[in-house]
């Protein structure tokens, strides 16, 4: 009974998916062929916003289709159903497009140059590659995913510019051009960036994961460490070279079109929509050959040797073993003798080295700016994870995935997008990673290199037999090699004796190899016993000096008010020209605290209390604030003419259900693949900003961005209460709206922080902190842990949306750079590593740090005009510093050609915007390593006993 009773449920189980995905496709194509269909006929939907459901609606279909495939099949089947799920979902995109096209009547032509696909697909790939082997050789070696790798890449590409404006080789850089091409600057920017990015690799290991890995710090920590390195270096980058975008030209002929190679090609045009009489298919022959720059293949080749070494170095020396070694155990390596952080080292100086050899020859193709780093990391980053993290094998065959899907999806947007009435559709093909990752994401949780890796394993199995026959051939073949191997040791030995007579010089080169290292230790040392000084004055200033322990409830509060009272006083004190521009200065400070804090207290949910590492937090703070700008925009500049607060509510619950819908498919996968997805989601919405017209309102022309939108309360305000209310605190006319708004958004800040304090305190808020600690032991109790995960992104997710729709209202304008990683994810992860994760009064003092960082800066930075401002002598003694920097010390390394090329004026000034952003990135790493636990750490609930007095008391 019990047999029939499970084969019935399975059976009932895999008929309900089967009716679903019926019910998906047949209700999809009748919408898009015929106008009918559920959401049709629902009467809510109408216009683009419909089709563009249905058409997500078919593709629903194919998803559920295909993990359905894969889950039932096994062995060969299920290995032939991986491989075709790209060419299935692409083939029921193209029937989605053209099943859309004839209900509209329109007709639209892919052109698909084979060449132009083929070779670009490989160009892509090796520009991923450049940031994605060296992130695989770092987590395969040290376990932890190095958001960095990304500016170390971009180092290469201005060491590569600043050996061009060198004296040396600036003559072949500025020589007219002679048909001839140059390689003496490509080679040398190449070797040289390989070496200098090593060393820094090395240096930064060294001086800030070392401290972290000898106490014992979690992959997590190491991982958003990384994320400070990243704004530290890309924060010093913009104060050296501007935000100006640059070109490295190592000889003008390699920039001439005449440059590459001329590849035969044929066309394949696919022809979608109301066809007549037409073939789908065209394939055109008479099409002129496709045109490989040399600077493209200069990179393909560059990549693809420094691959190809670090692979022999890995598998075919005892260098290679070492490492291995140390990715597999490390405490056993080191019981075998093995210096585990050489090792490291090693590892850091490779793939920071074959990064920054990327970057050089990188920058002969694409324009280098600051921001070129982090468009090429998240592609990189759904490489490692498409590849298996460890598998630096998975990761080169997943580059080629990705670079084809890039490829291929270009001509398909672009085609369906004039079709649609959308010419930036191509736009979306930079996304196009993202998306394939999160679908392959959706099959193969472990990645493509750990399902690669478990076939290779049976192979190996079925192969056995065959193995043991041809061992005597194997024996035979080993005989021939000893002897090989052993007249070429001969040989060496021979040279060896020769270079002995060099004796004197060996002896001087071992001697200048142990000054240095003497010098090294000692500097070392010395710095160190200097930083130690500096952090024993700190711990006895604060928690010595004030006696107060921070991880009780009492003492947390009291310092909480400490701090409060701290920075309520500088905010106060900050310089301001009238009355009237410092209630301006006040209001604005606490609206963007109520909105940072709301922003923080989503990513505690999240991290600090459940314990997934969302690197997302934008992507719902940018649903509540698109969604309150679209549709309180006026109908006539394509908004829906919704009232501020019904769409803030709208905005909310609909970010609320999308965060609980996104679990279930993400909650199971590990921290760092979380992150990674989370983060992408980020990129899509930015993306979408720039490149989809129903993401635009506010104007009747098509810019980019929403304005114009409406406000809450502002008809209320100017009515006659501002005018009260300026008279109540002393100014001569109306009182700001920007006052309101910081009252609304630290009003919902109170509101928002008591609900979370109540539910936390909950019986599921342990549940969270369980799932946090120990999954499995959680689970073990009975706990679902899937549906609080869900629960818990979408409490999150509303939160988040909260502070977005506030920060749109005060910005008054939303643009695509409003979702920039840079300028929010990391500034709240920021606040959540100073404030200290599980702790909400930590979280809104980290925002108030944060936000008073800013006006700190935005005071610097107006002081400079005038010599009778406050801090008009700190900012000149600030530039002085730095211009002694880039002038005097820096002049030592670089030439004046590369300084005036980034201040063409003269005048060098530090950018004060670029020293906040590296303050924070070094506030980031610093807080790790000498405060991990934040200002105010979490308070460990502790029972009540009989008896005793409980400290939560």
């Known amino acids: ?16 998916w089967l009716i679903l995905s019926l019910f998906l496709f047949i209700d ?61 979902l692409f083939l029921l995109a193209l029937f989605t497009l053209d099943t859309l096209l004839k209900g509209k009547e329109i007709t639209t032509i892919f052109y698909y140059n084979l060449s132009s696909i083929s070779l670009s697909a490989l160009y892509w790939s090796a520009a991923y590659m450049t940031v994605a082997v060296g992130l695989a050789l770092t987590y395969k070696v040290q376990k932890y995913g190095n958001f960095a790798q990304a500016e170390i890449m971009l180092l290469g590409s201005y060491v590569a510019l600043i050996m061009m404006w060198s004296d040396m080789f600036f003559p072949i850089s500025d020589a007219s051009s002679d048909g001839i091409l140059n390689y003496r600057l490509l080679v040398a920017s190449a070797i040289s960036a390989f070496v200098i990015c090593g060393f820094v690799g090395v240096i930064i290991d060294k001086s800030v994961y070392k401290p972290l890995r000898k106490r014992f710090a979690s992959a997590q920590v190491l991982m958003i460490t990384s994320l400070g390195v990243a704004m530290l270096i890309r924060a010093i980058l913009y104060m050296r070279f501007s935000a100006k975008t640059f070109r490295f030209i190592p000889d003008k002929d390699w920039r001439l079109l005449s440059s590459n190679v001329e590849v035969p ?37 560059g990549i693809l040797i420094a691959i190809s070494l670090l692979m022999f170095i890995m598998h075919k020396t005892i260098l290679g073993k070492k490492m291995r070694a140390v990715s597999d155990n490390p405490d056993l390596a080191s019981t075998s003798g093995i210096n585990v952080e050489n090792i490291h080292s090693t590892s850091s100086f490779l793939s920071a080295g074959i990064s920054g050899l990327g970057g050089a020859l990188l920058a002969a193709i694409l324009p280098v700016n600051p921001e070129l780093g982090l468009s090429l990391l998240l592609p990189a980053f759904a490489v490692i994870v498409l590849g298996s993290i460890t598998s630096i094998p998975g990761v080169i065959l997943a580059a080629f995935i990705i670079g084809i899907v890039r490829a291929i999806s270009e001509p398909l947007l672009i085609g369906a997008g004039n079709a649609l009435d959308r010419p930036t559709a191509g736009g979306f093909a930079e996304v196009m990673p993202f998306i394939f990752l999160i679908g392959v994401l959706l099959l193969m949780p472990s990645g493509l290199g750990n399902a690669l890796h478990k076939w290779n394993v049976s192979r190996f199995k079925n192969l056995e037999k065959q193995k043991r026959k041809s061992l005597f051939f194997v024996a035979d073949l080993f005989e021939v090699f000893s002897r090989f191997l052993t007249q070429a040791i001969n040989l060496v030995v021979q040279r060896l004796m020769i270079i002995k007579s060099h004796r004197l010089f060996l002896i001087y080169i071992i001697q200048v190899k142990s000054y240095i290292s003497k010098l090294y230790f000692e500097v070392s040392n010395r710095i160190g016993s200097y930083l130690q000084i500096v952090l024993n004055m700190a711990k006895w200033s604060t928690p010595q000096l004030l006696k107060i322990d921070k991880e009780t409830n009492r003492g947390s509060w009291i310092f909480f008010g400490v701090l409060l009272f701290g920075l309520i006083l500088i905010s106060i004190l900050l310089p301001s020209v009238s009355y009237y521009t410092k209630v301006m200065q006040i209001a604005r400070i606490v609206a963007l605290l109520g ?131 300026g008279s109540f605190i002393g100014l001569p006319g109306q009182a700001p709206y920007v006052l309101l708004l910081a009252t609304l958004s630290i009003s919902l800040c109170f509101l928002t922080w008591w609900i979370i304090s109540l539910l936390l305190s909950s019986p ?96 610097l930075v107006v002081s400079r005009s005038s010599s009778d401002l406050i801090f008009h002598s700190l900012t000149t003694y600030i530039d002085k510093i730095f211009g002694w920097i880039i002038y005097d010390l820096g002049g030592l ?18 950018e004060l915007s670029y020293l906040k952003l590296a303050l924070i990135g070094l506030v980031i790493i610093v807080a790790l390593r000498v405060a991990p636990k934040g200002l105010l750490p979490e308070i460990l609930f502790k029972p009540k006993r009989k008896g005793k007095v409980g400290e939560n008391e």
Do not use: C
Not at 41 to 59: R, T
Not at 272 to 292: H, K, L
């Open 1 to 16: 009974m019990a047999f029939l009773s499970n084969n019935f449920r399975k059976i009932h189980i895999a008929h309900s």
């Open 265 to 301: 090609t044929q066309r394949v045009d696919v022809v979608v929509g109301s066809r007549v009489e037409e073939p789908f298919i065209n394939i055109v022959s008479n099409v002129g050959p496709y045109g490989f720059s040399y600077s493209k293949i200069a990179l393909v080749v």
């Open 28 to 88: 999809s194509y009748i919408g898009l062929r015929f106008g009918s269909g559920f959401l049709s006929w629902s009467g809510i939907l109408k216009g683009d916003i419909l089709w563009i459901l249905q058409s997500l609606e078919m593709m629903a279909f194919g998803i559920v289709i295909v993990n359905k495939a894969v889950k039932s099949s096994t062995g060969k089947f299920k290995a032939l159903a991986l491989v075709s799920t790209p060419v299935f």
């Open 595 to 725: 909105i940072f804090s709301l922003l923080s207290f989503s990513l505690n949910i999240h991290s600090g209390f459940t314990g997934m590492t969302n690197f997302g937090v934008i992507f719902f703070a940018g649903i509540g604030a698109v969604l309150v700008g679209i549709l309180s925009a006026p109908i006539e500049t394509n908004g829906y003419g919704w009232g501020a607060l019904e769409a803030t509510i709208f905005a909310v619950v609909l970010a609320a259900i999308i965060g609980w819908l996104i679990a279930y498919p993400t909650a199971r996968l590990r921290t760092d693949y979380f992150a990674i997805v989370t983060i992408s989601l980020g990129e899509i919405l930015r993306i979408s900003l720039q490149a989809e017209p129903l993401l635009r309102a506010g104007t009747v022309t098509s810019a980019m961005g929403i304005s114009n939108y409406e406000l809450p309360f502002k008809d209320w305000w100017n009515s006659g209460f501002s005018d009260s209310v």
């Open 764 to 859: 599921w808020g342990r549940i969270l902190k369980s799932i946090r600690e120990d999954e499995e032991v959680s689970q073990h109790h009975g706990h679902n842990i899937l549906s609080h995960k869900a629960a818990s992104l979408a409490l999150g997710a509303a939160i988040a949306a909260l502070g977005g729709a506030l920060w749109a209202w005060l910005n008054t304008a939303v643009w695509p750079d409003f979702m920039s990683p840079i300028r929010t994810t990391f500034l709240i992860w920021a606040v959540f590593i100073v404030g200290g994760k599980g702790n909400n009064k930590g979280m809104f003092i980290g925002a108030f740090i944060i936000v008073l960082v800013e006006f700190i800066f935005n005071v």
């Open 893 to 910: 390394i670089w030439s004046e050609r590369s300084i005036i090329e980034a201040f063409p004026k003269g005048t060098v000034i530090l």
